[in-house]
Structures are given as structure tokens and as C-alpha cells.
């Protein structure tokens, strides 16, 4: 099941290190072992994971797939950004599991991105999750567990995943790169890391792509910093410099250069909301504003006016905290 070109498979390092077992996935203690009984079982209930990028939910959702799938007839696989509406609910879902199983125990729907899917496609799935509990199962995964309907949620056994920690991803990649015997100095791997965590995929196909005859070239943050990646670091040093003599001047300047940016060359908004959600440097006046805003980016007119909205609102906010706290 699930065929694939090994040849193709063995280059790609992201695909030839990605953890294939349950103990190789970082779970806590509780979890990990709730997850290895139900797969000796060969039965699951209702799965939800939810959790940061890069925090492994894609990694256990698969493992799970193939330890339990024996057919790819009993698995149907959909990502919630591109098909969000109750028909892709009716149609597709329902359509798959009228049918019973082929060679599985059960059948199996599996939704990434879960939390892109409409709030009534989520209520029409709460009916097809009882109506067909027999012989159908569900495993979701998403970013934000907020935007996900109460009366659903409860219906699944929830797994909240944490960020990756920056020791545990080096000593991944270290580990990579000795596998594959690659020379590399430690500096530049800790700038790919800095820049690019939490997403290892990212980081581990940046030193693929940078490992030439054996070795990893020395790389500078020019080459690597994307423009999401500045647009972000921007917003956080106004976030930053917000209480401090140099405020004006910071605002000023960042707004005028993140104006720049995006009208050269449109950015992924998606990413750029989700990393400054999940970033630990967002104080919690201006995560509140991302959060609002990136819950309305999809049905915006916009993309570009309702980003900068956003961070004239993030301003605003900062401005009108440290108007009453008077402090960081």
C-alpha cells in the first residue's frame, strides 16, 4: 500500500529520516503509550491532533495510517485548506464510508489541516462520525484547536503536541548529517535551525540542498532568510523596541520596509500568521490581533491591505498597553 519510488524516497532526507515508529515520534509518556496499545490492537478511537507546525502531528498521523490501513481503498485522504465546504462533507466523506471496509478493520478518513474546514461542514461531520462509528474512523490535524466547534472535539480522543525543542531538533539533524557523512560547521547549522524552527521538513531539506560533495557549505542569514521570515522578524522588533526611546523610529521604518516587501513580492500570509502565533517573542497584545486576523484572512478582499490592517492594529494595541502599564 501507499507505493512509492524507494530510489526517489532514499534521496530526500526528509523523507528517509522521518520517524516510522511510534517510540521514535517525541510524544509525552501517557500518550505515546495510549497510542502503541490501540495499535496493537489494530483499533483506534477518533483521533485528533493538534498542535504548533513542526511538532510531529503529520509523522504520527501517518504512522498510524500505515500500521492500521491494509488497502489504500479503505483510506481517504483530504486536506481542509482545499476542500472546506459541506458538500466535500456529504460527497466525498459520506460517499467512502457507505461502502465497508476492503481489507481493513476499518475505514479510515484522514483531514489535514483540519481547522481550515467550515464551522458547518464541522457540524454536518458530527452526524457522520455517529452514523457510521461502526465500521469508520477520523484522524484530524490542525494548528489552532480554537477553531474547532465544541459539540465535535469532544467527539475525538485529542492529542495537543508541543513544539519541538531546539536541543532535541540539533541533535536530529547532527544526527542526519553524521548518518550521511557529512563534514559541517555546528554555526551553520544553528542559523538554519534558528531560522527555520519550528518546521524541521525545512530545515533538513535546507541542508540537503546546501551539502555539496560531502559537505556543508558555510552559509550566511541572506541566503536563507526568506521574506516571510523578515516580514516577521520586523513585526517582532516593533513588538520589541515598543516601550523604548527608539519606538517611533522603529515603527516608522519597519512599516515602510514590510510595505516594501509585500508589494515586490507577495508573501505566503498563511505562513507569516501562523509562525508569529506560535513564536514565543509575541507579546500577548499583539498575538491576540494576529489570532483575530488570521481568522478572517481567507474571506478578506485584500490579502495585502488586510495584512498591513493587522499590523497597524498589533501597533495600536502595544501602544494602548503601555499607556496603562507604563511597562514592559
Known sequence: MFETNNDLVNQLWVEKYRPRKIDDVVLPEDQKEFTKKCLE????????????????KTTLAWIIVESLIKSDMDVLIMNGSDQ??????RTNVVGFLKSPP???????????????????????????????????????????????IDPLISRFTLFEMKRLSKDFVLNYVENILKNEKVEYDKNTVDLIIQNYLPDVRKI???LQKNTID???????????ASNEKKIIGYILQICDDMNTPRKDATINQ??????ELISKQEPDYRQIYEQLFFNEKLPLWAKIKVNQYQNT????????????????????SGLIYFSMFAKK
Not at 472546506?84 to 462533507?89: P, R
Not at 464551522?119 to 484522524?139: P, T
Not at 484572512?297 to 495585502?304: E, G, I, N, T, V
Open 254 to 259: 519597519n512599516t515602510l520596509t514590510i510595505m
Open 214 to 224: 560531502g559537505k556543508l557549505k558555510k552559509i550566511d542569514i541572506s541566503e536563507i
Open 204 to 206: 533538513v531539506s535546507t
Open 84 to 89: 472546506t465546504g459541506i458538500d466535500n462533507m
Open 41 to 56: 490492537k489494530g483499533e483506534i478511537p477518533h483521533l485528533a491532533f493538534f498542535g504548533p507546525p513542526g511538532s510531529g
Open 297 to 316: 484572512h481567507q474571506s478578506c478582499a485584500l490579502p495585502s491591505a488586510h495584512f498591513m490592517a493587522m499590523v497597524y492594529d498589533c501597533i495600536s
Open 102 to 148: 476492503y481489507a481493513s478493520k476499518f475505514k479510515l478518513v484522514y483531514i489535514d489541516e483540519f481547522d481550515y474546514i467550515s464551522q458547518s461542514a464541522q457540524s454536518i461531520l458530527r452526524c457522520v462520525l455517529e452514523q457510521y462509528a461502526e465500521n469508520g474512523r477520523f484522524c484530524i490535524t490542525g494548528n489552532y484547536l480554537s477553531k474547532i
